[in-house]
């Protein structure tokens, strides 16, 4: 079991471009939670993914948006960087909302906005 | 607003120290206290977790103690050693709902060897 994966690893983009991240969930999980992690913060949680739907959402800006497919991977959006993105942006996974309190998280994608 | 506040945010212990990380949360509506352990390059993992009715939880060398009338809990860490280094994040998670933890700003442990 390979875990929580994610892609790209790194990524440099200009102020104002779009950027996709993609993350595919531990085998068995079919629930997908984004986080921005800022230097020398805590992780933020930004929305989470179930049956193909935002269920919940952090305060973040419509900017950032998301996607689950059938697969139950998922994409995290953002649109118009800017120079606060950059962060690391993790994926975590678990089961079913409300069945369990495990969670797993992906080694991050690392996003500078220059 | 910063629901869960963590200190210190960096630590430095000699090898078979005792490492101490407090938190203190806000919202009585938590029932649910992980701590997560973060090393450079990887994302958290869960380390030790506790629920409010149980003032304190043992695994090895890891001890949680929680005080829920202080709204407080803190992770101690025993024998701390140099693979313990990493940044340790407290978390709470609300009563009801999908898990998602709220997080402290982290504590960068050190341990010298």
């Known amino acids: 079991d390979a875990g929580v994966t994610q892609s790209p690893t790194h990524l440099i983009k200009t102020r104002g471009q779009q950027v996709t991240l993609r993350c595919s969930p531990k085998?068995?999980?079919?629930?997908v939670s984004w986080y921005q992690q800022a230097l020398g913060q805590g992780p933020q949680f930004i929305f989470q993914?179930?049956?193909?739907?935002?269920?919940q959402r952090g305060n973040f800006p419509d900017r950032f948006s998301g996607h689950q497919f059938p697969n139950y991977s998922s994409e995290l959006n953002v649109n118009a960087l800017l120079l606060g993105d950059s962060a690391l942006y993790l994926c975590?996974?678990?089961?079913?909302?409300?069945?369990?309190?495990?969670?797993?998280f992906g080694p991050g994608t690392r996003l500078t906005v220059t | 607003q910063q629901q869960v506040k963590q200190s210190p945010q960096s630590l430095i212990v000699q090898k078979g120290g005792i490492s101490i990380i407090n938190c203190a949360y806000e919202?009585?509506?938590?029932?649910?206290f992980p701590w997560y352990q973060q090393f450079p390059g990887k994302g958290p993992a869960l380390l030790i977790a506790?629920?409010?009715?149980?003032s304190e939880k043992k695994e090895g060398r890891f001890t949680i103690s929680f005080n829920k009338s202080a709204k407080q809990f803190s992770l101690h860490i025993m024998d701390s050693q140099p693979g313990d280094s990493a940044t340790y994040f407290c978390?709470?998670?609300?009563?009801?709902?999908?898990?998602?933890?709220?997080f402290g700003r982290g504590t960068s442990l050190i341990v010298h060897p």
């Open positions: 919202n009585t509506a938590f029932d649910y």
């Open positions: 506790i629920r409010p009715d149980v």
């Open positions: 993914y179930y049956e193909e739907e935002e269920r």
């Open positions: 085998s068995g999980h079919d629930t």
């Open positions: 978390a709470a998670k609300r009563t009801g709902g999908s898990y998602i933890p709220t």
């Open positions: 975590a996974s678990s089961p079913r909302p409300g069945t369990s309190y495990e969670q797993y």
